[in-house]
């Protein structure tokens, strides 16, 4: 029997040219070939005699004899080749496109099987590029069957790929299965051995079906074992309990100029909670846009600094660091100064630096450009040595930075609290680094403003605590969002015109372009291939740029920001629209989660039809952050009766959580969490809308490690779950 591991090149029909084709793919062994499972199935299974073909529009299979092919040549290098094909019953024509080299590989006399859709011409019905193979056994491959059809890239099709997988089917051990027996047993799974091979080629859907349930289910089961594994792991360490003090987070409230909403005070109260235990807290908080999830994570940050431990506030750049720097900064104010101290030596000692002795909370903002500190409303740029050395001694209470926080030279004395925000544009190594940085496990605060629909919050989050605000501020006006056609742009001109005479600027969104070439590719740093998407950006808010700034808003001051500039560009743009020097700003996603813009009062959005529920409701967010009326334009560039509707669901809906459902739903979890964001399999992505599933999984996988923690009764398992924890990244 051929061995799992056994690597590609060592099979019959991988040459050179392939090899590296298959590796694009993720496939390296024989098991990344086996559990490149497929994506959908072509239902092939109708096989109907050549006479009883009378209407076009029907998907058919026959067998049957080559008994006439002649392929024509046609303009500009393309032609035609049509066959007749004869059956016990009578003569049908098959005609293929552009495939010149089927006369000679299905000559005369040769047995074939075809399947496809029937066409009507001139000369009657026929079938149109069908599927074909030589009929070699009574058992066909790639027609008269339920047909897998395979995620590809250039260079390997499905038939490649069946061609590959068919044979191996047989002379592969796949018996070592991982899944317990109770567990197959219970839910009437069918072994490994068996999933495995009914999952490329069933004989029904029901029994794809089942099989994909099965390979689904293992897959969460072992994130869910995982996730389950890392949160006892995590109880087992020790962090430093910071005590709730009612009365202060309560003085600290009412100091606020804003009331908290309900759901804000309940993210408070579970944090400050959590802080107090002898272990790590690990929660998420998961806010809508515009929620205020910031001051929930500063009353923590407050709680922390008042018990002299640190507190990080870490960003993913450096507009967004300075943003919550400024914002922290004047939530907390100046603190109270004993009237026996003299302001004047306050302000002297605080500009030579001596703020050690100094009543009130130092507050620091370290970015990759610079250092500066703020304390009793009086603020200082200092170098980033001093800044270092500041931190390590335990003179800041609560930082902000980005990156540069975590860099080997940043110690802290006794960090008690880090705060993540955009928690997923972080990777592991870079919040193992923040962990590092202290003498002991600190309490974790990741907060994000995706909605995050409950099936993903249970798998992908498995091992976090979740705290939820949906409701919006008290006095937060509704934007009014509406779908507007391709062709009613100039309306949607005019309507901004007004708003910029009025004072207010404008957010324009941009898609990508579609490559001419879907398969044109750049060479990234890191050696893999990737699509030239970056480019297309480009190129999209370019021509978005040139037509707004020349054409239609030449009075206006236009910027335009993409994926292509440097970061200190990017957040130069930002600072100058902030600040007010831009009336337009022309952009891609990047501004999705970005820079508090309290005079932009419209987000027109191109070709919306592109972009998700989910997405849509965050560029959204990005206005409605004053008192100003706001507004969200959705130009459906599609002409698409459905693109429409869907889009028409943001302007009755304004809770993200339900879009987010609603996206999960329409456009599958691959498209709401981005390209393997997730570090989740494909099966097991593609099952999150399957709450059953996943409680099923994470059922088991409880009642597994409560009666065995170490997974010593099953050594299978346990080292697929060793494998599996090599392989993916948990975010």
Request: hydrophobic share 35%; charged share 25%; with cysteine.
């Amino acid at each position: 029997m051929l061995p799992l591991d056994t690597p590609i090149e060592k099979l019959s029909g991988v040459g050179s040219k392939n090899l590296p084709r298959l590796k694009k793919l993720g496939i390296e062994t024989v098991r990344g070939l086996l559990w490149h499972f497929p994506h959908r199935y072509e239902d092939y299974r109708r096989q109907v005699p050549a006479e009883e073909i009378r209407e076009p529009g029907e998907i058919v299979s026959l067998q049957g004899e080559i008994i006439k092919i002649k392929t024509t040549s046609l303009w500009h290098r393309r032609s035609v080749t049509e066959a007749f094909v004869q059956d016990h019953s009578g003569v049908v024509r098959a005609i293929w496109f552009n495939q010149p080299y089927l006369e000679n590989s299905l000559p005369l006399e040769t047995r074939v099987s075809i399947s496809g859709k029937t066409s009507l011409d001139k000369h009657g019905l026929y079938l149109s590029n069908p599927a074909y193979e030589k009929l070699t056994s009574n058992f066909p491959t790639h027609t008269g069957r339920l047909v897998p059809v395979y995620p590809e890239t250039e260079g390997v099709t499905s038939k490649y790929l069946r061609f590959l997988i068919k044979p191996l089917l047989s002379a592969v051990d796949i018996s070592s299965d991982p899944l317990p027996k109770h567990v197959l047993e219970k839910y009437d799974f069918p072994s490994l051995n068996s999933a495995v091979k009914s999952i490329h080629f069933p004989d029904s859907p029901e029994e794809a079906k089942q099989s994909r349930q099965r390979m689904a289910f293992e897959e969460l089961f072992l994130f869910q074992l995982k996730s389950i594994a890392s949160r006892r792991q995590a109880l087992q360490l020790k962090s430093v309990p910071i005590k709730f003090e009612p009365q202060k987070v309560k003085s600290f409230v009412d100091s606020l100029p804003f009331e908290l909403t309900g759901d804000q005070k309940i993210a408070t109260f579970e944090i400050l909670k959590d802080l107090e235990k002898k272990y790590p807290m690990n929660r998420l908080l998961n806010g809508d846009v515009g929620s205020g999830k910031t001051v929930v994570a500063l009353t923590a940050a407050y709680q922390t600094a008042r018990q002299k431990k640190q507190a990080v506030f870490m960003a993913p750049t450096e507009i967004l660091a300075r943003q919550h720097f400024g914002t922290i900064t004047s939530l907390l104010g100046k603190s109270a100064i004993p009237p026996t101290l003299d302001p004047r030596l306050v302000a002297r000692e605080f500009s030579s630096g001596h703020t050690a002795d100094l009543p009130g909370l130092v507050i620091g903002l370290l970015t990759g450009s610079e250092a500066r500190f703020s304390r009793n409303g009086l603020e200082k740029k200092v170098s980033k040595k001093i800044m270092q050395e500041k931190i390590a001694k335990g003179e800041i209470g609560i930082l902000i930075g980005t990156h540069a926080v975590i860099q080997k030279d940043v110690r802290f004395k006794e960090l008690g609290l880090a705060i993540l925000d955009e928690q997923h544009r972080f990777g592991v190594e870079q919040r193992a680094a923040l962990l590092k940085n202290s003498a002991h496990v600190p309490h974790l605060l990741s907060m994000t403003a995706t909605p995050i629909p409950r099936t993903l919050a249970l798998t992908i989050y498995g091992d976090l605590d979740i705290s939820l605000i949906k409701e919006k501020p008290k006095n937060r006006k509704k934007i009014t969002t509406k779908v507007i056609a391709k062709n009613q742009e100039q309306k949607a001109y005019q309507f901004l015109e007004k708003e910029i005479k009025a004072g207010r600027q404008i957010f324009v969104i941009c898609p990508r372009i579609e490559l001419a070439n879907p398969q044109e590719t750049i060479k990234a740093k890191n050696g893999k291939d990737k699509m030239n998407v970056l480019w297309s950006e480009v190129k999209a808010v370019t021509e978005e740029y040139e037509k707004l700034s020349k054409k239609i808003f030449p009075q206006f001051k236009i910027a335009m920001l993409h994926g292509k500039m440097k970061p200190k560009e990017k957040e130069k743009i930002m600072a100058g629209f902030k600040n007010g020097f831009y009336d337009i700003l022309v952009s891609t996603s990047v501004v999705e989660v970005g820079v508090d813009i309290p005079n932009a009062s419209v987000m027109l959005i191109e070709n919306a039809e592109r972009f998700g529920l989910a997405q849509l409701h965050q560029f959204r967010g990005r206005v409605g952050r004053a008192e100003h009326q706001s507004s969200c334009l959705l130009v459906n560039g599609g002409d698409n009766r459905f693109e429409n509707k869907r889009l028409k669901c943001l302007e009755n809906c304004e809770d993200g959580f339900q879009l987010a459902e609603e996206d999960l739903k329409l456009r599958g979890p691959g498209e709401f969490t981005g390209n393997k964001q997730s570090g989740m399999p494909d099966l097991a992505m593609a099952s999150l809308t399957d709450l059953e599933l996943i409680k099923k999984a994470r059922l088991e996988a409880k009642l597994l490690l409560k009666e065995d923690p170490g997974l010593s009764s099953y050594p299978l398992l346990k080292n697929q779950l060793a494998q599996f924890q090599k392989i993916r990244h948990f975010e």
